[in-house]
């Protein structure tokens, strides 16, 4: 695989090395403890193998375009992320704290808080690339609320893929949540270009074939009664390598709603699990993705319950367009003692392309009888009735695709109760279909419609 080629090939120039490790460690003024961790971290990158990224004999993800030698931790220092919380932002009074690591080291009790936390849903040693990014991360985000606080306005979270002198920056951020009993709390998390249209020095970047790297891993701890909705938005650059790894560890009678939103990148692997550990504990993971051009997307669900009387919902709904290729992965397991445990996936995809690709592969592991638990999955294209439908009404063509690709993602989105991440997520598909209406789609005059 030319990934692992890479790795290999340019070893002596490769910037992941222990030196690099404790610059950044140094530029964010660090403990003792978390440089660390990082070595160890280190450790566990150098022995790992590269991820085969193969899912059986005919399904696999191509990650070739992905150097490994050409990340750079160093290039994303102080342009990583930035935090940006509605006005007023919450203060410790009011149950919320927003705040770098860097920052939250200052202070004991904080630093507390991460050094307990930090790697206890997502471990280092889960495979090369989690593991590089435990060692190399640029930027951390600490968000803690306090018990039975009810932040009202959701937190935003916006991470912005820079160029710097003509170099897209390598972003590495790791999101910390804790949340304590009884508290609630909206995180909206938007990762994006700020190229605009690619002008200037970045259009040049870019025609040059600059690879950008973003490395994200979210954990997400809530205790007995806690409710966190986190939505992730990625709209990168198209020259962009994204892995994200998103955790949580759901306590008692908590809930934790994932709701994923896969836009942009050339290249995007992605694991959302959630990990049910004590009776009442609940999850729903909620995909979304709009896949054009080469975009290759790899994406794994994953629900684990660990105890009874647990629930879950995964439901992922995506379109591809043109040469976009998608590996979809959906698990849900029943652990041996967790009785009257209720876990459902479903996975939809529509094809607006004669060369689009998905593979879905749905599974379940099941250790007791005395649970409810159900898969499926659903490819297909336009439904031709439809589309005469709404054309003989009137629309063009292409604006009937476009409406009926709305129509496609809206059910889920009118079930999110959320408003404000509701109107989000449809700006994020309203601008990918003005790409799709600016483009002659005549040939793409699909007659399937959708298929169980």
Known sequence: MRLDNHYHRHVGDLMLNTDTLR???ANHQEPAWLLELRLAAFKKFESL??????????????????????????????????????????????????????????????????????????????????????????????????????????????????????????????????????????????????????AGCARDAFQQGTQGFCST???????????????????????????????AIVGKDASVFWIDCIMGSKFTRSTTASTL???????????FFFGKEDQNFDLNSVTIHSAPHTSSQMLTKGVLDDKAKTVYRGLIR????????DGCQKEETLLISDNAEVD???????????????????????????????????????????KIIEGFFEPMIEQINNTSVGNHIRACIAQRLSNFLSNNRAQYLLVEPLLD
Not at 369 to 388: N, Y
């Open 217 to 247: 891993i979210v954990e997400i701890i809530a205790y007995e009664g806690a409710q966190v909705n986190y939505v992730y938005v990625q709209n990168l650059s198209k020259n962009t390598h994204h892995l994200a790894t998103k955790k």
């Open 360 to 402: 879905a592969v749905p599974n379940l592991e099941i250790k007791n009888d005395d649970v409810k638990c159900s898969h499926g999955a659903a490819i297909g294209q336009v439904d031709a009735e439809k589309l005469f439908y709404m054309m003989a009404r009137g629309l063009d063509e292409e604006t009937a695709k476009a």
């Open 49 to 198: 193998p590269v991820p085969s990224l193969r899912y059986g004999k005919a399904i696999q993800t191509d990650a070739s375009s992905l150097d490994i030698a050409a990340i750079d931790p160093l290039k994303g220092v102080g342009n990583a992320a930035q935090v940006r919380a509605p006005l007023p932002i919450p203060a410790p009074a009011e149950g919320a704290s927003v705040c770098s690591f860097a920052h939250a080291f200052k202070d004991p009790i904080m630093e507390n808080i991460i050094r307990k936390h930090l790697g206890s849903a997502a471990l280092p040693s889960e495979d090369k690339f989690s593991a590089l990014h435990s060692a190399f991360f640029n930027h951390g985000i600490l968000i803690h609320t306090k018990r039975n606080a009810r932040v009202e306005a959701p937190i935003i979270l916006g991470r912005d893929q820079a160029i710097q002198n003509n170099v897209i920056q390598n972003n590495i951020i790791h999101t910390l949540v804790v949340a304590d009993a009884g508290s609630t709390v909206t995180i909206i998390d938007q990762s994006s270009d700020d190229t605009g249209d690619y």
């Open 23 to 25: 610059k950044v460690s």
């Open 334 to 341: 029943i652990d041996e003692g967790a009785h009257h445990s």
């Open 277 to 287: 550990t004590a009776p009442g504990a609940a999850t729903k993971n909620w995909g």
